[in-house]
């Protein structure tokens, strides 16, 4: 495919996202950096990995940006979770911590995980009371089996603070 095509092809799936399918994309964006770096990681840090390294961790700042702190308590947690792994990332690079990569990828994973189902059970974007399309919340999912905010149960992997 023509790169120009790409692009384009890009840009109109970013244009006609919903805000839950667009948070999906930049988790996906997240991991295959992260896996990128993973997989360049064979020998001392050169220059792919870092690149990886650095566009994982813009991704991570992005998603953490995004999210509204003042709405909800759950949304407080959901930015220090991505908080935490922008912190493991620069820890990764810094340390050459494999196991600090190995770490955000289970976590951006089951992150992946979680909104591929929210994205399922809501395919449309929520509508506010004006008619134009608003972000989703914790609350959109109510009644849902799904949590979108939850972090992964602490057991599933060790981290040293």
């Given at each position: ?49 870092m690149e990886s390294l650095r566009r994982c961790r813009a991704i991570l700042a992005e998603l ?84 979108p905010t939850a972090a992964p149960p602490a057991e599933s992997f060790q981290l040293?603070?």
């Amino acid at each position: 495919m023509n790169v120009d095509h790409r692009d384009t092809y890009l840009e109109s799936q970013i244009r006609t996202a919903t805000p839950q399918r667009l948070r999906l994309m930049l988790i996906e964006g997240a991991l295959r950096f992260a896996r990128q770096a993973d997989g360049a990681w064979t020998e001392p840090l050169e220059a792919a990995p870092m690149e990886s390294l650095r566009r994982c961790r813009a991704i991570l700042a992005e998603l953490h940006g995004s999210v509204r702190t003042d709405t909800l308590e759950v949304a407080s947690r959901v930015a220090d979770l991505y908080f935490f792994l922008y912190r493991q990332i620069v820890v990764a690079q810094a340390d050459e911590d494999r196991q600090a990569l190995a770490d955000v990828i289970r976590v951006l994973e089951e992150e992946r995980t979680t909104w591929q189902l929210v994205c399922e059970q809501l395919p449309e974007a929520p509508v506010s009371s004006g008619g134009g399309p608003e972000e989703i919340t914790a609350s959109d999912c109510a009644g849902t089996p799904v949590d979108p905010t939850a972090a992964p149960p602490a057991e599933s992997f060790q981290l040293d603070a």
